[in-house]
């Protein structure tokens, strides 16, 4: 992951800085929970919402990165995953991707594998 983009880093790091605020004021606030406590899991909560945030952005960037690089349409991306043109639309040459974040991890291994 060290060729993530800058904005993908910033981005985890603002998820996680807001999930923790709104964490802790929704325990410590709200439901009375203890100072450390709320503090506690106030950061295991922000971190993993920053780090999925992080790793989804991460995924699409890269995605994108690979089509790019290898001139790939809908119609590749389709036939590389068994799905329909549509979940891979290309608008003004940017790629929008309409498919489940769980099955982004395995197009790029896919595009990467394609290449090597």
């Not at 060290?2 to 996680?16: E, M, N, Q, S, Y």
């Not at 952005?57 to 790019?68: G, H, P, R, S, W």
């Not at 349409?73 to 991707?97: F, H, V």
Request: glycine share 6%.
């Amino acid at each position: 992951m060290k060729d993530a983009p800058r904005h993908t880093v910033i981005l985890g790091i603002v998820a996680a800085v807001i999930s923790i605020i709104c964490g802790m004021l929704i325990l410590y606030s709200i439901l009375h929970v203890s100072l450390w406590l709320s503090i506690l899991v106030s950061v295991i909560i922000g971190l993993y919402l920053g780090y999925n945030t992080f790793y989804s952005t991460y995924l699409a960037e890269m995605i994108k990165i690979e089509v790019i690089n290898q001139g790939l349409d809908s119609n590749d991306l389709a036939e590389l995953m068994n799905g329909n043109a549509k979940d891979y639309p290309i608008i003004r040459g940017d790629l929008r991707l309409i498919i489940p974040r769980r099955k982004r991890a395995e197009l790029l291994a896919k595009l990467r594998d394609r290449v090597g």
